[in-house]
């Protein structure tokens, strides 16, 4: 199993289908996981992908629509339920604080989690401080939306061949990955002789917006992007109407922003065969997946 990877848990928008739950996705990312927009639902929908809820420590939600927040007092009080003992960060948009509070406190329950709300009122990182940095980007639609990516930092690889060949073995190479600098009897070693730059990863979810040049900044450099694609080109007016995308809206956000996958989802309900969406996005950019509930969508492996 792949340790960074998507998991769909749903990729219906506005109403769920008889094969597609309301949205819900998980990005497992090493030893944690960001649960984004756990719609009506989500829950029983971890069960049937296999994936534990426990791990989660970010909840990102992208704004207050039924199909995108409906399932948050049932995952907080799952999570609650199970002893989850680490904190969970909830981010979401500041201007919707009030259906937050609704949904934090929907039922009764025992609470024993820590949760951690993040209201989000601009642009920029909302968490940091963990394996990665949750940054915000508001996007075009209504009620106020922003989009998240998950940016892991930039950082360095240990080469085996030149440490072997510098005689830097066992803590000694720990010593030198913190200080940056290795003092040995007859000679120095310094890091950058012994290792590589080593570029970091991101994910980005771009949901529920209008074309707009922030889904783009969003995405910019991506290895996995997430992005609606409620139409087809067909319904490009009922795009625009409404604020969403096309498919080849999405295509065209993640080319233009150098992003290496794709994955379209939050269909609408009118097409019971996302084929047509899944051709007309493919048309723009190629490496492209259409959600399917339960599917599993690898990162791709680090860039060299
Ligand atoms: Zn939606």
Redesign the pocket.
Known sequence: MPSRELVVLGSA??TPTRRRNHNGYLLRWDDRSVLFDPGEGTQRQLLLADASPTGIRHICITHF?G??CLGLPGILQRLSLDRVAHPVEVLFPASGAAYFDRLRHASAYQDHLDVRPVPVAADGPASTGGPFAIEAVRLGHDPETFGWRVVEPDGIRMLPDRLAEAGVHGPAVGVLAATGVLDLADRTVRLEDVSAPRKGQRMAFVM?TGMCDAAVDLAAGADLVVCEATFASADHDLARRYRHLTAADAGRVARDAGARRLVIT?FSQRYPDVRVLLDEAAAVFPDVVAAEDLARVPVPTRRR
Do not use: P
């Open positions: 928008s506005q629509h199909d995108h529920d939050h």
